[in-house]
């Protein structure tokens, strides 16, 4: 169970291994995700209708969006902007879950509510979301501005990326779209720990350690709670991103029509009024792809590895008592 638990048979993970599986949790995720990620990003920046009825932009389908990536800019095209988007995982992963335990066992042990609830989950879920965006945002920009250019490329490496943002845009440049980001992390982030809490409790009672049966519920429970969450606080996500390539022009006029924008309120007029309600909904599709398969990936791999090392830890206790007894 993630979270704190009273009731658990196992102690509750110490923040260093909150922290590694976290981490290692969003590694594994990132890479698995990562092509649906771009897609997701070039449909999402994309001024002119997605549509495969009435096509007016560069994409208007996921298939034919990934076969003109793929031959236009090659197979590691899908995986721009991967360094970053690394980085963005691991320190997100690592802070998020860390927070998460922390702020579930404070809830706990100091207000009368019971950790074990959903509404616990969504609130704790939430800050503890936050407190990793505002850590990582400038790496979600620089993975943005990496994902979202064609070619030739502007930025040819990371270290390039950010000297060059930093010199022109100003040191603020990391964190465009963070208020945007804010509005709908909180709740998104709060939804899908929500959820995924309601879905563990309706599969029945938690499986121990070593059943593989646990670890397949928690990424089914896991997906289910990543497109709900992402279907409800996705227009922010859309803000965000069209926020985060403001003095990125250049580079984009290729694909397509390029919009400016002076802050969210102007970008949520400026889509209503040229792209219509659809237009907050761009990209919805590869994104509920990448939410189940992100959210349950993440779940999945977090308790796996947790589990992992308190296995370690109960092989070496065990051992350590034979030892011991042998020595008696």
Known sequence: MVGYDPRAQTAAPTPEEAALSGSAAGMVTRALISPFDVIKIRFQLQIERVSSRRPEGKYWGIFQA?????????LSAFWK?????????????????????????????????????????????GLAACSAT???????????????????????????????MWRFEGPMTFYRGL???LVAVFPYAGLQFFFYNVFKQLSGPS???????????????????????KTLTYPFDLFKKRLQVRGFEKARA?????????GLTDCAVQIAKEEGIRGFFKGLSPSLLKAALSTGFTFFWYEFFLNVM???????????????????
């Open 66 to 74: 990934s076969r003109r990536i793929y031959s236009e800019e090659g």
């Open 81 to 125: 902007g991967h360094i970053p988007a690394q980085l963005l995982s691991i320190c997100y992963g690592a802070v998020q879950f860390v927070s998460f335990e922390f702020l579930t066992e404070v809830v706990h042990k100091s207000t009368p509510y019971d950790s074990r609830t959903s509404g616990v989950h969504f609130f704790c879920g």
């Open 134 to 164: 505002v850590a990582c945002q400038p790496l979600d920009t620089l993975r943005t501005r990496f994902a979202a250019q064609g070619e030739p490329k502007v930025y040819s490496n990371l270290r390039y990326a950010v000297s060059t």
């Open 179 to 181: 208020s945007p980001t």
């Open 207 to 229: 499986s121990t350690s070593r059943d593989s049966g646990g670890n397949v519920r928690s990424l089914i429970c896991g997906s289910g709670a990543g497109m709900i969450s």
């Open 254 to 262: 290729r694909f397509g029509k390029v919009q400016t924008y002076t």
């Open 310 to 328: 308190r296995n370690i830890k109960e092989e070496r206790r065990t051992d350590d008592l034979g030892e011991d007894n042998k020595g008696r």
